[in-house]
């Protein structure tokens, strides 16, 4: 079972940090050459929002609580829990909750009003990009977990 829900737990972040890095590197670069491509880039965002912000990152939160309880450092634990491996879990834990925040932020406030103005596009694209470099830094950490904190 653990090993299950571990895959599933590493499937949903690489849909996660797959995806953000599919539309830094390759969709954005040919979607930015099209006429009106914020409503592109917002359709996209939609479908994105979905998979991303409400499917991955609810079933990492879901898997990764499975997980916490698999290496012995349960939720109700882990921030009071003075080892390396808690103090680097519950730093991914703080990072997770800013991902989420960005995350709808991102997609409810300004992806949505990004075709209003060029100061909400460009916010919404480094609202993106921080969470870009928030995912990384997650996998980082989980690695660090991997070898012991
Ligand atoms: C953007 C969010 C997240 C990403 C990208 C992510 C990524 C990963 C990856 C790649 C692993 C496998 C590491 C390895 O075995 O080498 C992992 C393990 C793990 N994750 Fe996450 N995760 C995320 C969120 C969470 C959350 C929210 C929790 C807790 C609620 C969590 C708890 C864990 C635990 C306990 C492990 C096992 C670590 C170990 O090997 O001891 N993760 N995560």
Redesign the pocket.
């Given at each position: 079972m653990k090993e299950v829900i571990?895959t599933i737990?590493?499937i949903a972040?690489s849909l996660?940090?797959g995806g953000m890095l599919f539309m830094v590197l390759v969709l954005s670069p040919y979607v930015r050459k099209l006429p009106d491509f914020v409503h592109h880039f917002q359709e996209v965002g939609k479908r994105y929002s979905f998979w991303g912000t409400f499917v991955s990152l609810t079933v990492?939160?879901l898997t990764?609580?499975y997980?916490?309880n698999v290496?012995g450092v349960p939720?109700t634990k882990v921030f009071s829990t003075n080892t390396v491996y808690a103090h680097t879990?519950s730093h991914?834990?703080y990072l997770?909750f800013i991902?989420v925040v960005i995350a709808v932020v991102h997609d409810y406030v300004l992806g949505l009003r990004a075709h209003k103005s060029e100061r909400l596009r460009i916010l919404s694209a480094v609202a993106g990009v921080i969470n870009l470099i928030l995912?990384i830094t997650?996998?980082y950490l989980?690695?660090r977990?991997?070898f012991g904190g």
């Open positions: 571990m737990h590493i972040a996660w940090v990492l939160f990764g609580l997980n916490m290496m939720f879990l991914k834990l997770f991902t995912g997650i996998i989980a690695v977990l991997r």
